[in-house]
């Protein structure tokens, strides 16, 4: 059973940084594309930033494009989200996420083609 765990979350000030890190378990063999999503009490889950097994191509949302940064490490299963300039908007909870495929070049932002979800991990940034 694939397995994705979430850290690196808090509370920061409006302007601050955080990085959260997603350890990918069980894939074995497989190339897998990986992505970063959100939900904000009483909205909709928000495609954030995706990125191909090759580590080619990231995928921003227009939200954050400037000011998050995704990234891989195939050798320790980890994947990153770097958060720059952080706003109040930007508070919720984030889930990482994963799905197989021979495409390593590119990824796609669209939850319904992921198969493995992360626990979450809360985000909220505040004054």
């Known amino acids: 059973q694939v397995q994705l765990v979430e850290s690196g979350g808090g509370l920061v000030q409006p302007g601050g940084s955080l990085r959260l890190s997603c350890v990918v378990s069980?894939?074995?063999?497989?190339?897998?594309?990986v992505g970063w999503f959100r939900q904000a009490p009483g909205k909709e889950r928000e495609g954030v930033s995706c990125?191909?097994?090759?580590?080619?191509?990231?995928t921003y949302a227009d939200s954050v494009k400037g000011r998050f940064t995704i990234s891989r490490d195939n050798a320790k299963n980890t994947v990153y989200l770097q958060m720059n300039s952080l706003k109040s908007e930007d508070t919720a909870i984030y889930y990482c996420?994963?799905?197989?495929?021979?495409?390593?070049?590119?990824?796609?932002?669209?939850?319904?083609?992921?198969?493995?979800w992360g626990q979450g991990t809360q985000v909220t940034a505040s004054s």
């Open positions: 069980r894939f074995t063999s497989d190339s897998y594309a």
């Open positions: 996420a994963a799905y197989r495929t021979y495409v390593q070049t590119m990824c796609v932002i669209d939850p319904e083609i992921y198969d493995y």
């Open positions: 990125l191909s097994y090759s580590g080619d191509s990231p």
